[in-house]
């Protein structure tokens, strides 16, 4: 029996998904709405995180726990958009997401309210809609769930994970104005055959984010989905830790905050949101929310 919300490293990401992102509106109304959720969640067609201000409503502090940093860097910006509960829906039909994501809202009211939703999906076999193949250097099997959960720690903390979120918009029309070349210099990879380039530009996105080579080494699982919304667009990036330090790392180096070297991706998209959540762990096939002192 899996002791971690099975969706979060499930493979490949779902065809259909949903995130949905909660403000804490009622804290006298919290425990009929957790309830509800522990009814709700199984942690495989639905994971859930907790932003800090839910942990702080409950009195409890998650070890490792922040909420997301808005970083200025080298002519970027990083922003903050911090939410109290984070819910991950998976799917194949964008009507049942629909008629799912409402059940939950209609669940967690009074105490929690719908401030942003977002739709995303599987483009090919897991690729951004700039047409690179996202995750490339994930790790898999022992060292997927090394990267991604918590191995030791009390009571309700094993098995759960760190969620860093952030939106990406793309300049897609921009993008593809580029020539071949210049598109696999910001990415540091050959869209042809997706192999990485040895003496693309240090600013080049896999040069910027390459996890080995931090210290300590920076590995977290990558589940990004891209988004569509009329004629703008882009990447939903998600990625489990067993801590929030490796993504924060490696964002701070993107920003160009560690060498004044900004990641090339910045040329041709920008980050709207950005988010931090703890995914507990599971046990008897439901949410083990002992570290929030509860159940």
Same mark, same amino acid.
């Given at each position: ?14 065809a ?10 009622s ?72 008629n799912?994501?409402? %059940?939950?809202?209609a669940? @967690? !009211?009074?105490? /929690?309210? =719908? ?5 995303t999906? &599987?483009? $090919?076999? #897991? ?30 903390l ?18 593809h ?8 210099d ?11 380039i ?10 910027r ?6 210290a ?16 703008? %667009?882009?990447?939903?990036? @998600? !990625?489990?830790? /067993?801590? =929030?330090?490796?993504f924060?790392?490696?964002? &701070?180096? $993107?920003? #160009?905050?560690?060498?004044?070297i ?5 040329k ?23 570290a929030?002192?509860?159940?």
């Open positions: 029996m899996s002791y971690y919300q099975p969706g979060i490293l499930a493979t490949p990401v779902p259909q998904a949903r995130h949905l992102f909660f403000a804490l509106a804290v006298e109304a919290l425990p009929q709405a957790i309830d509800n959720l522990l009814m709700l969640v199984d942690g495989k067609s639905a994971v859930v995180g907790i932003g800090e201000s839910l942990s702080k409503a409950l009195n409890v502090e998650i070890a490792g726990l922040r909420s997301f940093p808005a970083l200025t860097g080298v002519g970027v910006e990083n922003p903050s958009t911090q939410h109290a509960l984070w819910v991950w829906l998976h799917g194949v039909d964008r009507g049942e997401l629909l799912r994501s409402h %059940a939950l809202e669940a @967690l !009211a009074p105490a /929690f309210r =719908l401030v942003q939703m977002q739709e999906f &599987r483009h $090919m076999d #897991g690729h951004d809609l700039t047409g690179y193949e996202d995750g490339t250097e994930n790790p898999h099997d022992d060292a997927a769930v090394a990267a991604a959960l918590q191995s030791t720690g009390a009571d309700g094993v098995g759960g994970s760190f969620a860093a979120i952030q939106q990406w918009q793309h300049d897609l029309k921009g993008f104005r580029l020539s071949a070349g210049a598109k696999d910001i990415m540091g990879r050959r869209l042809s055959d997706n192999e990485e040895d003496d693309a530009p240090i600013s080049a996105h896999v040069k984010t390459a996890q080995e080579s931090f300590p080494q920076a590995f977290v699982v990558r589940r990004s989905m891209p988004w569509i919304e009329g004629e703008r %667009a882009g990447l939903m990036f @998600l !990625a489990f830790g /067993f801590s =929030l330090d490796a924060e790392a490696q964002l &701070r180096r $993107m920003s #160009g905050l560690e060498d004044g900004a990641d090339g991706l910045y041709i998209s920008r980050p709207l949101t950005g988010g931090y959540y703890w995914c507990p762990p599971i046990k008897a096939g439901h949410l083990d929310l002992r929030l002192r509860i159940g």
